[in-house]
Structure formats: C-alpha cells, structure tokens
C-alpha cells in the first residue's frame, strides 16, 4: 500500500497483565478489512514482544491497546526499548482506556507523547479514526 | 526377506543390531569403539565378529539381507544456526536443526559481524541454516548475513531457510561467491506460524549428498547400502513411529523420549502440548509436535564435570548420598576416559547419580513452563513452550539409562514434582526401556517396512 505496492505492516497487541481481548479483536479484523497486514500479538503482551515481532517482521507501525487504566505504567519505556533495538524511528500509537477514571485528555495525551508515543487516544475513538491517521501518517490514498 | 543388519557409527561407539525380519524378532547386537582416525572398517568388522559368534550360536545362518547405517562419526552432523530475533528466527532455526538431527555448534542472531565470520570459521560446521525475517518481513538482515557468508573461507552448504522475498538476491551474493546454497521455504513464515519439516527434510537430503563424503564415510562403506541419516534422526524417527502408528499398525500417542549419552542428554517429546486445563494464555514460539533439544553440557562421560557444576548451582546435589570430595574425583576421571564403562559397585552408583542427575535437569529444561502475572483482579497463567503434564508414556534410551542399575529410578525423575509446579512435566506416565538399544535400528528399518518396525517396537521395547 505504500506508493501502492506493499501491505502497511502493522504489530498489533494489548500491553502489560491486561486481558480485555474483544477490542484487540475488533481492530484486528478492521484493520485487515482496510488492506493492512496485522500481526496481533494479542493480549498479556510485554514491551519486548512488541518489539521482536516488529524487528521479524520489518513492521512500519506498533499499535498498543492498555484498556484496564494502567498503560501509564505499561508503556514507560517502550521508545527507549525501541532506539535501543535499533528500530527507533518506528511510529508507536497508543489507544484504549490509558488512565484510571475520566482525566482531562490533554494532559494524558501529553504525557504519552513525552514517552514518545507518535499518537495517543481517548476512551471511544473509534477504528475509523485510527485509520484515517494511517493513513494521512503514511502518505496512503 | 531375511536377516537385517542395522548400524550405527556413532561418536564412541560403532553398535551392530541384526534383526530376524521375518519372525520379526531382535537376534543380537554389539559394539566396538568407532575408529573414524583410521578406518571406521576396523571397527566395524570386529564388532561385526562378534555379532556373527553371537547369532551362529543360536543356529542360524548369517547371511544379511538388508545393511542399512546411520551414523554420529566425526562429531555428527555439526550445524550453525542463524536467524534474527533470538526467541524467533534464531530459535526456530535451532529448532529445525535439533529436529533434522543434527549438533548446533552455536546460534547467532541479528547483523553477523566480522568476528562471528571468523568463528565460524573455527567451529567449521557441516551445514549452516540461514533464517531470518518472517516472509515479506525484514530484509535487510538476513541479505547482511548472507554477506557475511559469502566471505566464508571454509566450504560449508548453506540452507536459506529465512524471508522469501530476499531469497534471489540473497542465493545471488553466495553463488557469486561460490558458496553452495539451497533456497527452501521459511521456517517461520508468520510470526504464529512455524514451518520446520521442508527445511529438515533438505538438511537431511544434503547430508546424504554432501556431508556424509565429505567426511570421508562413505568411501568405503559400499556393501552397505550407504549411510541413511544422522544417528539422532534415526532415534526421532523411531520415536514418531512409535507415537504415531502407521496407516495399519496403531501407535501408542503422546510420548516422551529420553536419551542420557556420554558427551549429551538429549530429550524428545511428540506431543503437540497444548494446556491440559484452562485459564492459560499461550506465549512464544509455536511449538513443533516433534520437539527435540539436546543439552551439550549434561552427559554422564564426557560431559560429566560440566554436568556435577550444573547440579550444583542447581543445588541437586542435597539429597546425594555420596561424600561430594570422593565424587568430584570419580567424575573428573570418568570425563577424561570417555569410554569407560563401570564394573564395580561404586562406580556403578556413580553412573546412576550422574543419569538422574542429567535426566532431571534436561527434562526441566525441555517441558514448557508457566508464569504466574498478577494482575489487577486474578492472577493469570501464562505458558510459554509445551505442556506435557499429560503425556502418558515415557521412553529411556542411551546408555546412561539402559545400562544403569535401575533405569526406573533414573527416568522416574521425570515426573511432574509439586514443588515446582510451574514446570509441565508428565504427571503419571508408564516407562518404557530400550533395553536391546534398538532405536535407531528401528528408525533404519521404519524407512523401508514402517509396518514391521512399529511392531518390533512394540515386541522389544519393555515396560518397567
Ligand atoms: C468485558 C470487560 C472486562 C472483562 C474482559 C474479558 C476479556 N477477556 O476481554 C473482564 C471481566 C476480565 C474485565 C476485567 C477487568 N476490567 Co474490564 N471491562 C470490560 C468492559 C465491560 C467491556 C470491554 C470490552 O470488551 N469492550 C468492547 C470493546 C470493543 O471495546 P474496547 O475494549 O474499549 O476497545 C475499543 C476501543 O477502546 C478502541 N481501542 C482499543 N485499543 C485502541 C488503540 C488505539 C491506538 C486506538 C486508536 C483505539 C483503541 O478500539 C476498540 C474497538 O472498538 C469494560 C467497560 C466498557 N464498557 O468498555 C470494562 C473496563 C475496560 N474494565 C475495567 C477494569 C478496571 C477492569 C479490571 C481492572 C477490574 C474490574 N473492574 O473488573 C479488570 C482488569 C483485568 C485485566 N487483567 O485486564 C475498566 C477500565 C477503567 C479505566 N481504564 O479507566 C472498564 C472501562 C470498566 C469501568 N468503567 O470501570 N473487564
């Protein structure tokens, strides 16, 4: 799909001891629907394994889902882990229910981008948005 | 049909089964130590004297139809294996490589540098098994590596078993080097996706084409019919038949292999080891039905100072009843003369300790394991490699077992223990013994007559 000749790889997964597998699910198959390659790693996920199948795969985007509100603590880290793997320049999104209760989004957004996170979304953004952002990020028509 | 003479030239020694094919039964064996130095030949008829006196006593004429070999001379079929991530492609070319019975020297994994070339160099393997990049994956590291290949100063065939979309250019850097490279389907071609046999099978063929002559075996071996496979693949070979049954002779299922040598342990399990109970998430590599791994450090002979260090560390040594000053000696005498076989009472109990010994800590390596992660409202399980909690039979081979005192005992130390319930051994399984070392005479057979060899199996293999 870049320049219209290869699929967009994308390493998919739900970060750190979370279980809630019905939304890594859903985006699985929607991104699939939409021309991409999907590797879902699936839930219970560590950094590391983000970042292994990112490397095999030669992906060009890493989407992390934290639904149970402690993807603060999760996600410290992960771009560092990445430089340190020699894939430092990979866009990492991030998106789902990043903090416990109902924060102000600015501030969370901040927070995430501050550990380098490329994007990071509220609770209830839908799949359809996180498509469009592929594909403005990545030159896609 | 007639009689069957089946030959093994392995690292030590050089066994000889024959084998009655139309009662089907086992007439004999023996074994001389291998003399690979000067003509494997020599051994080979000395023990093949003996074997002959053996069988003529029993009043039946020695005249041998069928002469099949395999054969773990000149230190087996010696494998380095390459892929990308260590627990993905590296870990699935070591795989593809223990399964294809052969020795993996060493495993490397990402950009192969100039120093690593210059190893290989050293360890001289017989094959090198080129992955990397799941297919359509990364690129640029397995191109990079076969680079570095292509500078080899040794001749050594290499399997490309890696990334189909960098295989062209890649077999074109290593014939313009004239290195000789065979181009096979990836063995990890999705990430959840593992694909092992076409590269096992081709490793095999080349063993047969190349690395057999190149170890100079074959020259003068031609009234047998040649060298089949590596040792080791005749062992898995005949394990898989025995699990597995033929189209009309029923195997026995799930099964579990254990074979306690002099310089190795290697454990085998043919079980697909999916969880038995609920409540685990899967993790990792996915499994092959055939696994095998061999621990180089666990052996009862050459490997047998490296061996009491483990247990150490490992803190097996506890329950030992022997005073650890004397045992240090003994062991340190036993690695040193690698074929001593024990006599005496003492060293009888030696040989023992050091099986069990091997036989715990390889198994414990081999079973998948699980880890507890706490999470916010239960604990969840979470495996990672095979579960083999319900594996039903558990098979001892090998010197270390066969000839130990009480093999029972030995491979008794591979069950489940509810002190390390994290670790997924078998709970309650039967034992089987190989008590005539016929395995790998089996898995000569099984290429020729699967049918009869399951039913020698059957016949020859004894529980305890
Ligand atoms: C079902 C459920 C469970 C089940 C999960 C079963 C399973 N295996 O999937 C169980 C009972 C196990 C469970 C447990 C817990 N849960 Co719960 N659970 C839910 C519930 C009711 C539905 C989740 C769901 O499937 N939604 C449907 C899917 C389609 O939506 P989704 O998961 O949100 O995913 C979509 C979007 O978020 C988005 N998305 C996801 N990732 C990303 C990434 C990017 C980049 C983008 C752009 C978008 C995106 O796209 C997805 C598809 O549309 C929600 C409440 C709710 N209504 O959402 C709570 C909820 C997620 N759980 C919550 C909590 C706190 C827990 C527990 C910690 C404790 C508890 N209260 O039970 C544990 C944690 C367990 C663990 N280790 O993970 C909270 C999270 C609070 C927070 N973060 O602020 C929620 C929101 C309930 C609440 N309001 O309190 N839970």
Redesign the pocket.
Same mark, same amino acid.
């Given at each position: 799909m870049i320049a219209g000749k290869r699929k967009l790889k994308i390493v998919l997964g739900?970060i750190g001891? *979370?279980?809630?597998?019905? @939304?890594?699910k859903?985006?699985e198959n929607?991104l699939t629907e939409e021309g991409f390659k999907v590797i879902n790693i699936g839930?219970l996920s560590p950094q590391e394994d983000f970042i292994n199948a990112a490397i095999e795969t030669a992906a060009d985007l890493i989407?992390?889902?934290?639904?149970?509100?402690? @993807?603060e603590i999760d996600c410290r880290g992960m771009r560092e882990k990445c430089i340190e793997a020699g894939i430092g320049d990979m866009q990492l999104?991030?998106?789902?229910?990043?903090?416990?209760?109902?924060k102000d989004f600015t501030e969370v957004k901040k927070i995430f981008e501050e550990m380098g996170f490329n994007?990071?979304?509220p609770?209830?953004?839908?799949?359809q948005?996180?498509i469009d *952002?592929i594909k403005k990020d990545f030159n896609i028509k | 049909m007639g009689i069957a003479l089946l030959v093994d030239f392995g690292s030590t020694f050089t066994k000889l089964v024959a084998i009655d094919l139309e009662k089907e039964i086992f007439l004999g064996s023996s074994y001389y130590p291998t003399t690979v130095e000067t003509d494997v030949m020599i051994g080979f008829k000395k023990a093949l004297n003996e074997l002959n006196k053996k069988i003529s006593k029993k009043n039946i004429d020695i005249d041998y139809d069928l002469k099949l070999a395999c054969s773990s001379a000149a230190g087996g079929l010696k494998i380095v294996a390459v892929g990308l991530v260590p627990l993905l492609t590296s870990q699935a070319a070591k795989i593809a490589a223990l399964g294809a019975g052969g020795k993996v020297l060493k495993v490397y994994s990402y950009k192969l540098t100039a120093d690593e070339r210059d190893e290989i160099e050293i360890l001289k393997p017989d094959l090198i098994l080129l992955s990397g990049g799941t297919d359509g994956g990364n690129e640029k590291v397995i191109i990079h590596n076969a680079k570095v290949l292509s500078q080899l100063k040794i001749d050594v065939p290499i399997v490309y078993a890696g990334n189909k979309c960098s295989a062209t250019i890649a077999k074109r850097i290593l014939k313009e080097n004239k290195k000789s490279v065979s181009i096979i389907e990836n063995i990890l071609p999705e990430l959840n996706y593992l694909n092992i046999e076409p590269a096992k099978e081709l490793i095999r063929k080349l063993f047969l084409s190349n690395i057999i002559k190149a170890k100079g075996l074959s020259k003068r071996m031609d009234f047998l019919s040649s060298v089949l496979m590596p040792t080791p693949s005749a062992v898995l070979k005949a394990g898989q038949l025995l699990a597995k049954g033929t189209d009309n002779e029923e195997g026995i299922g799930d099964l579990m292999l254990i074979d306690v040598g002099g310089a190795t342990t290697d454990v085998c399990s043919y079980s697909l080891g999916l969880p038995g109970t609920g409540g685990f998430v899967v993790k990792g590599l996915p499994q092959p039905y055939m696994k095998r791994t061999v621990e180089g450090d666990l052996g009862i002979r050459f490997s047998a100072m490296n061996l009491l260090n483990t247990a150490k560390k490992e803190n097996f040594m506890k329950k030992c009843k022997i005073k650890l000053k004397d045992l240090d000696k003994k062991v340190e005498k036993l690695s040193r003369n690698i074929n001593f076989i024990a006599k005496d009472e003492k060293d009888i109990e030696v040989d023992k300790l050091l099986s069990a010994i091997s036989t715990k800590i390889a198994i414990n390596r081999h079973v998948g394991k699980f880890q507890t992660k706490y999470?916010?409202?239960?604990p969840?399980n979470i495996l990672y490699g095979k579960d083999l909690r319900d594996v039903p039979t558990v098979l001892g081979t090998g010197g270390g077992v066969i000839k130990a005192k009480n093999p029972k005992s030995i491979l008794e130390k591979s069950i489940f223990d509810e002190d390390e319930p994290y670790i997924l051994k078998p709970k309650s399984p039967k034992f089987l013994l190989d008590k005539y070392y016929i395995m790998f005479a089996v898995g000569l057979l099984a290429q020729k007559m699967p049918d009869l060899a399951l039913r020698l199996l059957k016949k020859h293999l004894i529980y305890i």
């Amino acid at each position: 799909m870049i320049a219209g000749k290869r699929k967009l790889k994308i390493v998919l997964g739900v970060i750190g001891s *979370d279980v809630h597998a019905v @939304g890594n699910k859903i985006l699985e198959n929607v991104l699939t629907e939409e021309g991409f390659k999907v590797i879902n790693i699936g839930v219970l996920s560590p950094q590391e394994d983000f970042i292994n199948a990112a490397i095999e795969t030669a992906a060009d985007l890493i989407v992390v889902s934290s639904l149970y509100g402690h @993807g603060e603590i999760d996600c410290r880290g992960m771009r560092e882990k990445c430089i340190e793997a020699g894939i430092g320049d990979m866009q990492l999104y991030v998106g789902g229910n990043l903090v416990v209760g109902k924060k102000d989004f600015t501030e969370v957004k901040k927070i995430f981008e501050e550990m380098g996170f490329n994007r990071a979304y509220p609770p209830g953004t839908s799949p359809q948005q996180l498509i469009d *952002d592929i594909k403005k990020d990545f030159n896609i028509k | 049909m007639g009689i069957a003479l089946l030959v093994d030239f392995g690292s030590t020694f050089t066994k000889l089964v024959a084998i009655d094919l139309e009662k089907e039964i086992f007439l004999g064996s023996s074994y001389y130590p291998t003399t690979v130095e000067t003509d494997v030949m020599i051994g080979f008829k000395k023990a093949l004297n003996e074997l002959n006196k053996k069988i003529s006593k029993k009043n039946i004429d020695i005249d041998y139809d069928l002469k099949l070999a395999c054969s773990s001379a000149a230190g087996g079929l010696k494998i380095v294996a390459v892929g990308l991530v260590p627990l993905l492609t590296s870990q699935a070319a070591k795989i593809a490589a223990l399964g294809a019975g052969g020795k993996v020297l060493k495993v490397y994994s990402y950009k192969l540098t100039a120093d690593e070339r210059d190893e290989i160099e050293i360890l001289k393997p017989d094959l090198i098994l080129l992955s990397g990049g799941t297919d359509g994956g990364n690129e640029k590291v397995i191109i990079h590596n076969a680079k570095v290949l292509s500078q080899l100063k040794i001749d050594v065939p290499i399997v490309y078993a890696g990334n189909k979309c960098s295989a062209t250019i890649a077999k074109r850097i290593l014939k313009e080097n004239k290195k000789s490279v065979s181009i096979i389907e990836n063995i990890l071609p999705e990430l959840n996706y593992l694909n092992i046999e076409p590269a096992k099978e081709l490793i095999r063929k080349l063993f047969l084409s190349n690395i057999i002559k190149a170890k100079g075996l074959s020259k003068r071996m031609d009234f047998l019919s040649s060298v089949l496979m590596p040792t080791p693949s005749a062992v898995l070979k005949a394990g898989q038949l025995l699990a597995k049954g033929t189209d009309n002779e029923e195997g026995i299922g799930d099964l579990m292999l254990i074979d306690v040598g002099g310089a190795t342990t290697d454990v085998c399990s043919y079980s697909l080891g999916l969880p038995g109970t609920g409540g685990f998430v899967v993790k990792g590599l996915p499994q092959p039905y055939m696994k095998r791994t061999v621990e180089g450090d666990l052996g009862i002979r050459f490997s047998a100072m490296n061996l009491l260090n483990t247990a150490k560390k490992e803190n097996f040594m506890k329950k030992c009843k022997i005073k650890l000053k004397d045992l240090d000696k003994k062991v340190e005498k036993l690695s040193r003369n690698i074929n001593f076989i024990a006599k005496d009472e003492k060293d009888i109990e030696v040989d023992k300790l050091l099986s069990a010994i091997s036989t715990k800590i390889a198994i414990n390596r081999h079973v998948g394991k699980f880890q507890t992660k706490y999470t916010p409202i239960s604990p969840v399980n979470i495996l990672y490699g095979k579960d083999l909690r319900d594996v039903p039979t558990v098979l001892g081979t090998g010197g270390g077992v066969i000839k130990a005192k009480n093999p029972k005992s030995i491979l008794e130390k591979s069950i489940f223990d509810e002190d390390e319930p994290y670790i997924l051994k078998p709970k309650s399984p039967k034992f089987l013994l190989d008590k005539y070392y016929i395995m790998f005479a089996v898995g000569l057979l099984a290429q020729k007559m699967p049918d009869l060899a399951l039913r020698l199996l059957k016949k020859h293999l004894i529980y305890i």
